[in-house]
T-cell receptor, first 114, second 115 residues
Framework: DQQVKQNSPSLSVQEGRISILNCDYTNSMFDYFLWYKKYPAEGPTFLIS?????DKNEDGRFTVFLNKSAKHLSLHIVPSQPGDSAVYFC?????????????FGQGTILTVHP | NAGVMQNPRHLVRRRGQEARLRCSPM?????VYWYRQLPEEGLKFMVY????????ESGMPKERFSAEFPKEGPSILRIQQVVRGDSAAYFCASSPRQTENEKLFFGSGTQLSVL
């Protein structure tokens, strides 16, 4: 039962353009969402998060959008840089559970070409 | 300030042997989480521990797996009588407190290979 889905296994973007990574979820109890970035042979690194009471959160080049009615969130990276090439994981947390108990998607491999 | 330290980075075991994975959280962090990533999948929650206490083990397989976080020393994830299906990357994460916007800091993981 995949409660968090990232349907695009990979995404290729030109440097300077926008990267849009998508994530869908099915559990209505999720109330906090996070994006993590992972380089090979390293652990995931926190990128940005959003609470379910908001529909947008921005941090520099990274913006996360949340559409609760569609149970969909997206990560926008503008402008994309070659150093952004990594695996991006969407994660969600259900209300009433431990704060570190996250449900992860399968990941999307982002490649930014110079 | 050192990050979350996991060792070994790579561990090879034969079927039926025991695997011990160690995790030292970041300094000042008292909350430890273990996650497992199977090939081509996302990370899956296994267990949440505080010092000397297991808080949530809802993601742990019922048999052969155990975890501890003693008063002194690292957290240990122990897998007894390993099978090929246990081959995966095991990640440990830590956090200093439990707040809504708390984020986890992950170690680099231990890649377990069962022959």
């Amino acid at each position: 039962d995949q409660q968090v889905k990232q349907n695009s296994p990979s995404l290729s973007v030109q440097e300077g353009r926008i990267s849009i990574l998508n994530c869908d979820y099915t559990n209505s109890m999720f109330d906090y969402f996070l994006w993590y970035k992972k380089y090979p042979a390293e652990g995931p690194t926190f990128l940005i998060s959003i609470s379910s009471i908001k529909d947008k959160n921005e941090d520099g080049r990274f913006t996360v959008f949340l559409n609760k009615s569609a149970k969909h969130l997206s990560l926008h990276i503008v402008p994309s840089q070659p150093g952004d090439s990594a695996v991006y994981f969407c994660a969600a947390r259900a209300g009433g559970t431990s704060y570190g108990k996250l449900t992860f998607g399968q990941g999307t491999i982002l490649t930014v070409h110079p | 300030n050192a990050g979350v330290m996991q060792n070994p980075r790579h561990l090879v075991r034969r079927r039926g042997q025991e695997a011990r994975l160690r995790c030292s959280p970041m300094k000042g962090h008292s909350h430890v989480y273990w996650y497992r990533q199977l090939p081509e999948e996302g990370l899956k929650f296994m267990v949440y521990l505080q010092k000397e206490n297991i808080i949530d083990e809802s993601g742990m397989p019922k048999e052969r797996f155990s975890a501890e976080f003693p008063k002194e020393g690292p957290s240990i994830l122990r897998i007894q009588q390993v099978v090929r299906g246990d081959s995966a990357a095991y990640f440990c994460a830590s956090s200093p407190r439990q707040t809504e916007n708390e984020k986890l800091f992950f170690g680099s993981g231990t890649q377990l290979s069962v022959l």
